[in-house]
C-alpha cells in the first residue's frame, strides 16, 4: 500500500479545509475592525454621543480665545496658558446683589469641591464687580475683569441680581451656558466630569 503525498494541494478536500480557514479568519478580523471602522464614520460625520449635561450646549460651539479681556489690575486675561486650565466666567446681570453673590459663592463652592483639582480651574467675573459688605474678599476668589467685546452678551444674564456662567475649555473654547437660576449642583456634577 502506497503512503498518501504529503503535498495535497491539489486534494479537494484539503482546499476546501483551507477556504473555511481563511474565511474563518476574515470573519474574526471583521467582528474586530467594524467597531473602528463605524467609529471612525460617525466622527467623521461630526456625530458625538450624548452626555448627561446640566448645562446648555454652546452650539455652534464658538472660540473666545482671541477675546480681549482686562483684567481689574490691568493685565490681559490670558484665555490659553501654560497649565491648560478651564475657566468658569461669570456673567452677571445688572447690580450683582444679595441673589447673585450668592450664585457666585455657590460656584466658589462647586470649585472647592473639585479637591486636589481645584487648581484646574480659574473664576473669572467678567462685569462690574460687586459692593457693598457682603462682596468684602470677592477679588480674593475670582478674577475681576472687563472686556469691550461683545462675543458674550447674549450668554450674558439680563434680569436684576442674576449672574449666568460659561464653562471655557483649556483652548479656549466656550463649552457650556449656565443660565441665571440654573442649579448650581447640576454645575458641580458636570465640573466633576470634565476636570480631572
Request: with cysteine; charged share 20%.
Amino acid at each position: 500500500m502506497q503512503d498518501a503525498p504529503n503535498d495535497l494541494s491539489g486534494n479537494p478536500v484539503t482546499m476546501e479545509v483551507r477556504n473555511r480557514r481563511q474565511l474563518q479568519l476574515l470573519l474574526v478580523a471583521g467582528v474586530f475592525a467594524a467597531p473602528v471602522l463605524v467609529g471612525l464614520v460617525l466622527a467623521f460625520s461630526g456625530w458625538m454621543p450624548r452626555t448627561q449635561s446640566y448645562g446648555q450646549a454652546i452650539l455652534p460651539q464658538r472660540s473666545i480665545a482671541d477675546v480681549t479681556v482686562q483684567r481689574a489690575d490691568g493685565e490681559p486675561f490670558a484665555w490659553r496658558d501654560r497649565s491648560f486650565d478651564w475657566t468658569l466666567v461669570a456673567l452677571p446681570g445688572p447690580d450683582c446683589a444679595k441673589r447673585c453673590l450668592s450664585q457666585l459663592d455657590l460656584m466658589h463652592r462647586a470649585r472647592i469641591g473639585l479637591g486636589t483639582h481645584a487648581d484646574k480651574l480659574r473664576l473669572l467675573y467678567l462685569g462690574t464687580p460687586p459692593g457693598g459688605e457682603a462682596a468684602r474678599g470677592f477679588d480674593k476668589v475670582w478674577t475681576i475683569a472687563s472686556t469691550p467685546s461683545h462675543a458674550l452678551d447674549d450668554l450674558r444674564a439680563t434680569g436684576p441680581d442674576s449672574v449666568s456662567a460659561v464653562l471655557v475649555m483649556p483652548d479656549g473654547v466656550a463649552l457650556t451656558l449656565y443660565p441665571a437660576g440654573s442649579d448650581v449642583n447640576g454645575l458641580r456634577r458636570d465640573l466633576q466630569k470634565v476636570i480631572r
